[in-house]
């Protein structure tokens, strides 16, 4: 199951398979797939993606679910990973994994597809899939290379081992820790940090990040030059400069 809840300008989408540990089923990438269109469709300006429960944020795929299946099975289920957990990464809102016990596997990788990631002292993440004989296939070796280096994502990678929030704060896999009796009013309290900013220019921004990462600079800088002339173009864009000049806070309406 997946809850779908709405707090002022945030989304709140919970994954809500507590006894299996939010396993991500084939049912359950269908059900945030739809979960994420309702967000995109909404009014709202962050969304929060968080999981059920004290044990564990998502503990990846739902491994019953693996077993004798065909090629062609097996590869149209790594597409559909791929592109459910690619869509949270290109949502039209920021987002925000609020991640507290373990986001293994698909876990880690929805984490990973998220903008920011925000962790309790209780966090783990990991890629274990090396322990299965198998190899990540939502993102997880892509992302989490680019997030924290190469080197760095095939020592956790290869060796399947977990990191604890500490160690995911200090190599840059998460944004914070959060030590709050309610880290959901915390991670509330950092998303206001942007929601009041124009969501096209905030898209953009991630644009320009996402894209730029997989170039070589000189590319990547076109990539830029290219969007950045774009924000100009939009209506955000010119009440910015306008609110600027007249001395007055901008009335965004991302668009």
């Given at each position: 199951?997946?809850?779908?809840?709405?707090?002022?300008?945030?989304?709140?989408?919970?994954?809500?398979?507590?006894?299996?540990?939010n396993a991500l089923s084939f049912a359950q990438l269908e059900r945030?797939?739809?979960?994420?269109?309702?967000?995109?469709?909404?009014?709202?300006?962050?969304?929060?993606?968080?999981?059920?429960?004290?044990?564990?944020?998502?503990?990846?795929?739902?491994?019953?679910?693996?077993?004798?299946?065909?090629?062609?099975?097996?590869?149209?289920?790594?597409?559909?990973?791929?592109?459910?957990?690619?869509?949270?990464?290109?949502?039209?809102?920021?987002?925000?994994?609020?991640?507290?016990?373990?986001?293994?596997?698909?876990?880690?990788?929805?984490?990973?597809?998220?903008?920011?990631?925000?962790?309790?002292?209780?966090?783990?993440?990991?890629?274990?899939?090396?322990?299965?004989?198998?190899?990540?296939?939502?993102?997880?070796?892509?992302?989490?290379?680019?997030?924290?280096?190469?080197?760095?994502?095939?020592?956790?990678?290869?060796?399947?081992?977990?990191?604890?929030?500490?160690?995911?704060?200090?190599?840059?896999?998460?944004?914070?820790?959060?030590?709050?009796?309610?880290?959901?009013?915390?991670?509330?309290?950092?998303?206001?940090?942007?929601?009041?900013?124009?969501?096209?220019?905030?898209?953009?921004?991630?644009?320009?990040?996402?894209?730029?990462?997989?170039?070589?600079?000189?590319?990547?800088?076109?990539?830029?030059?290219?969007?950045?002339?774009?924000?100009?173009?939009?209506?955000?864009?010119?009440?910015?400069?306008?609110?600027?000049?007249?001395?007055?806070?901008p009335r965004f309406e991302d668009r």
């Amino acid at each position: 199951m997946i809850d779908l809840s709405r707090k002022d300008e945030f989304a709140i989408l919970t994954l809500n398979r507590p006894d299996v540990l939010n396993a991500l089923s084939f049912a359950q990438l269908e059900r945030l797939d739809r979960a994420l269109g309702e967000v995109e469709a909404s009014d709202a300006r962050c969304l929060i993606l968080t999981g059920a429960g004290e044990r564990a944020f998502c503990a990846g795929a739902d491994v019953s679910e693996l077993a004798g299946r065909s090629l062609a099975d097996e590869l149209d289920g790594t597409r559909l990973g791929q592109r459910i957990v690619g869509r949270l990464e290109t949502l039209r809102q920021p987002s925000i994994a609020l991640v507290h016990g373990h986001a293994l596997g698909g876990g880690c990788e929805l984490a990973l597809a998220s903008t920011f990631r925000i962790a309790t002292p209780r966090a783990r993440f990991g890629l274990p899939e090396v322990k299965l004989g198998l190899v990540p296939g939502y993102g997880g070796t892509q992302r989490l290379a680019r997030l924290i280096g190469s080197s760095a994502a095939l020592e956790i990678m290869m060796s399947g081992r977990s990191v604890e929030a500490d160690e995911a704060l200090r190599i840059g896999l998460v944004n914070r820790i959060s030590a709050s009796d309610d880290p959901l009013e915390e991670t509330i309290a950092f998303g206001r940090t942007f929601t009041r900013w124009s969501l096209q220019a905030l898209r953009l921004i991630r644009d320009a990040v996402r894209v730029g990462a997989g170039l070589p600079l000189p590319e990547a800088l076109e990539v830029e030059a290219q969007l950045s002339t774009l924000s100009y173009r939009t209506q955000d864009g010119r009440e910015g400069i306008e609110a600027f000049l007249a001395k007055r806070a901008p009335r965004f309406e991302d668009r």
